[in-house]
């Protein structure tokens, strides 16, 4: 085996175990993003799951990042919380 493919191997594995990062990195953000905004709304996750049409206990699996928010959910709870989608996505939620 050439040098050359051998390489390329490496570097896509590596670039694939840093878009792994990266997306756990971002469930994480959004999780604590929403996390942030229910506690500046006194919002339980008991009514932000009904809203969204999932179980408690599946709600905190997405607060967790154990489960990624999927865009719908995550729209809709833009809407629920009166904050816009960036504010859920973005590095960090608004500080009352």
């Known amino acids: 085996m050439s040098q050359q493919p051998k390489n390329t191997l490496v570097i ?3 670039l694939c175990e840093l878009s792994s990062v990266r997306k756990h990195d971002l469930a994480q953000r959004v999780a604590g993003n929403v996390r942030a905004e ?4 006194r919002m339980s996750q008991a009514v932000a799951a009904t809203y969204l049409g999932i179980s ?3 709600f905190s699996r997405r607060l967790l990042g154990t489960i990624d928010f999927n865009l719908t959910e995550i729209s809709r709870l833009s809407e629920l919380l009166n904050v816009p989608v960036g504010d859920l996505i973005g590095e960090h939620a608004k500080v009352a």
Do not use: S
């Open 12 to 14: 896509f594995q590596i």
């Open 38 to 41: 229910l506690a500046r709304v």
């Open 56 to 58: 408690q206990a599946a």
